[in-house]
């Protein structure tokens, strides 16, 4: 199903237009409203007249998340307090929070976004969403919230964590529609099976995870695991939340609502764009925001976009699956790692668990990487041997895939912590 | 003849073994046997227990990695020479042990081994009059 056909399956010379007009009309509002934005065009000589289409984009300057602590809390705001209705913020693990900042009509864009990722997920409104990302100033609880309440469907406001309240409601709701991040799909799903509660009972057939990186190999897990089609939905906070891309009933890529978000993709090290089809960082520019517009902000997403139409028949841009974000990428004696390459290696192998730690250290100059893995109950055996090979073909496989030793180590089930949001995959000693 | 041994995967972690004993004692089940086979980063605890089935039950409910293993117990005299005859009854017939552990108690001497066939091995001591230990017999040790 397609929510709003007319944007989502337009001819792309109309969408471009469409999207020259909006570039014009936000350059020339972030010029004259966000003091920040005009120093930095001034700085370049740039006025909001040398913008004339899409393909001008590449004049403006960038945006990093450093420009957004620097000017914590409010300073990237383009309107008044009086007008911002929401605000939202990451964590803020290393230093400052990133804070965000929504009008009415920009909460209502974002509402609109995540509806048109609901409905290519077949879902309507006799569907029953648990929502149960975090609700707060994370913006996957309340982003997910909206879009399924802008379809009509019926809404459980569960937010994370409770487990067994989660399990229970679901079962008794008949929950059809369920959006959490993929690494606590898989719990959620662990437990259901200790639950002793046939999978039959439960009405759920939609998932819908985003908010950290998953493979191909999870995909597959979590739809055999609960009965569903499991679906991408992708986003960031800085540019609205979830509901930025999402995956259509193809599943050949992410969907991008291009029409409020405009995509590029730019070479990590000389910023310059790279053709279509090639891998780089994804950078945004917020065509219609009114809060806090940001003009190619850099989200260290690593991936490709496609502009071939999609046999759903929509015409928005596709994304391939995200590699990791640069931020995530660790370089092991020189060599680039990304978690996501570990987890698709672990998934393909059954004897063990989705859930992994992943230690790196450094001892006597040399790089080291641990990676803590359980084995599935049905695969503990009796015999040291049986459980050392087990082990050798993981570290093989890693061998062949990554091109470095990892020093594999086999953990009791259940030592690997749960999480109820984003999973925390790696430790960096080497940076404490 | 066949007796149920348990096997828990431990990591070398300080207090681990501790943790597993303790659960048994609450529940009062009784080790009648055990042994620790280890490598660098995990061991396996091998074990004879009062009542296999429920100590099962009680490690998998606190979420140890515990499995059941089909083993053989026997006793021979507690003199020199006594216990390669017996082998040597097994290693003619061409059965191979994967492991054993034993333990003396006076004059008499109680082996638990894990031969790769346990039919055949059984079949062997039977006939060469090894006097086998009943199940009942050694969960009772």
Redo the contacts between chains.
């Keep these: 199903m397609i929510w709003n056909e007319t944007m989502e399956c337009m001819d792309r010379e109309t969408l471009r237009k469409i999207q020259s007009a909006r570039l014009k009309k936000i350059v020339d509002y972030a010029y004259h409203n966000t003091p920040f934005y005009r120093r930095k065009m001034q700085q370049m000589g740039l006025t909001p007249d040398d913008i004339e289409s899409i393909d001008d984009i590449v004049k403006l300057p960038f945006t990093t998340k450093l420009d957004l602590r620097d000017n914590y809390p409010f300073g990237l705001c383009a309107v008044p307090m009086s007008q911002i209705c929401r605000i939202h913020a990451s964590s803020g693990t290393t230093g400052r929070p990133t804070v965000v900042a929504y009008t009415r009509k920009d909460l209502r864009v974002w509402s609109e976004c995540v509806s048109r990722c609901f409905y290519a997920y077949g879902a309507s409104e006799g569907d029953i969403f648990q929502v149960s990302y975090g609700y707060g100033l994370f913006t996957g609880g309340l982003g997910a919230h909206q879009g399924a309440e802008n379809i009509g469907a019926s809404v459980i406001p569960m937010s994370s964590g409770n487990t067994a309240k989660q399990i229970q409601l679901m079962h008794d709701f008949g929950a059809t529609a369920i959006c959490c991040t993929p690494s606590y799909a898989l719990y959620l799903a662990e437990a259901i099976r200790e639950s002793g509660i046939p999978l039959e009972e439960f009405k759920l057939r939609i998932g819908a995870f985003g908010a950290e990186p998953w493979t191909e190999g999870m995909r597959a897990e979590l739809e055999e695991k609960l009965g569903i089609k499991a679906y991408d939905i992708y986003g960031l906070s800085e540019v609205a939340g979830p509901g930025v891309g999402f995956e259509c009933e193809c599943q050949k890529g992410t969907h991008l609502n291009e029409d409020h978000y405009f995509p590029e993709i730019v070479d990590p090290q000389t910023l310059e764009p790279v053709e279509p089809g090639k891998t780089g960082e994804l950078v945004f520019t917020h065509l219609t925001k009114e809060g806090m517009p940001l003009l190619r902000y850099r989200t260290k997403d690593l991936t490709a976009l496609h502009y071939e139409k999609c046999s759903c028949g929509r015409t928005l841009v596709r994304m391939d699956r995200i590699l990791g974000r640069s931020d995530d990428m660790l370089i092991i004696r020189g060599v680039n790692v990304f978690p996501s390459q570990i987890e698709s290696v672990i998934l393909e192998m059954p004897q063990f668990e989705a859930h992994y730690l992943l230690v790196v250290d450094r001892v006597n100059n040399t790089d080291t990487m641990e990676l803590q893995v359980e084995v599935r109950p049905e695969f503990y055996t009796d015999e040291i041997n049986r459980l050392l090979e087990m082990k050798k073909m993981l570290h093989g496989r890693l061998q062949s895939v990554l091109g470095l030793s990892v020093d594999v180590k086999l953990v009791e089930p259940k030592t690997i912590e749960r999480s109820t949001g984003k999973a925390q995959r790696v430790i960096d000693k080497r940076k404490l | 003849m066949e007796a149920k041994?348990l096997?828990i995967?431990?990591?070398n972690k300080t207090g681990?073994l501790t943790e597993v004993t303790q659960v048994l004692a609450r529940e009062g089940i009784n080790l009648s046997a055990l042994c620790i086979?280890e490598?660098a980063?995990?061991g396996?605890l091998?074990g004879v227990v009062s009542e296999p089935d429920r100590a099962y039950q009680v490690l998998?409910d606190n979420?140890?990695?515990?499995?059941v293993?089909n083993v053989v117990g026997f006793a021979c005299p507690n003199t020199p020479g006594s216990l390669a005859q017996v082998l040597g009854y097994l290693s003619e017939a061409g059965i191979f042990i994967?492991y054993m552990y034993s333990f003396a108690n006076g004059d008499s001497a109680n082996v638990i081994i894990?031969p790769t066939n346990l039919e055949a091995c059984i079949e062997v001591l039977k006939q060469k009059r090894v006097e086998l230990l009943a199940a009942s017999d050694l969960y009772k040790l």
């Design positions: 041994q096997s995967f431990l990591e681990r086979a490598n980063d995990f396996i091998r998998k979420h140890f990695a515990v499995s293993t994967e894990r």
